[in-house]
């Protein structure tokens, strides 16, 4: 069993920055993917970045790329999301995922959750 705890969300303005992080409770090896997806009121919960551990490939949501940036530091198991940019509709609560093998974009494949962090993003 691996536990995700997300942290670093809350309230900025548009145009700020925010970065999210998710730390994983066992060491991360081999084929694992870690995801960052996001689910508004209302709307279904969809994929943001995500990121290969074994060789660093990273995975962008059109609507995000050029803003967001996903890393990954192996020594603490941690995934961070670096939000730049951020739009109203950046608002959300944002949820780190994490599955084996290859990246993939639909929510089912993934099969550890955080429990999120909301994200608010004032126009």
């Known amino acids: 069993q691996v536990q995700l705890v997300e942290s670093g969300g809350g309230l900025v303005q548009a145009g700020g920055s925010l970065r999210l992080s998710c730390a994983a409770s066992?060491?991360?090896?081999?084929?694992?993917?870690m995801g960052w997806f996001r689910q508004a009121p209302g709307k279904e919960r969809e994929f943001v970045a995500g990121?290969?551990?074994?060789?660093?490939?990273?995975y962008y949501a059109d609507s995000v790329k050029g803003r967001f940036t996903i890393s990954r530091d192996n020594a603490k198991n941690t995934v961070y999301l670096q939000m730049n940019s951020l739009k109203s509709e950046d608002t959300a609560v944002y949820y780190c995922?994490?599955?084996?093998?290859?990246?993939?974009?639909?929510?089912?494949?993934?099969?550890?959750w955080g429990q999120g962090t909301q994200v608010t993003v004032s126009s």
């Open positions: 066992r060491r991360t090896v081999g084929y694992i993917v």
């Open positions: 990121i290969s551990w074994s060789d660093g490939s990273t």
């Open positions: 995922a994490r599955k084996s093998g290859t990246n993939s974009y639909s929510s089912r494949e993934y099969d550890y």
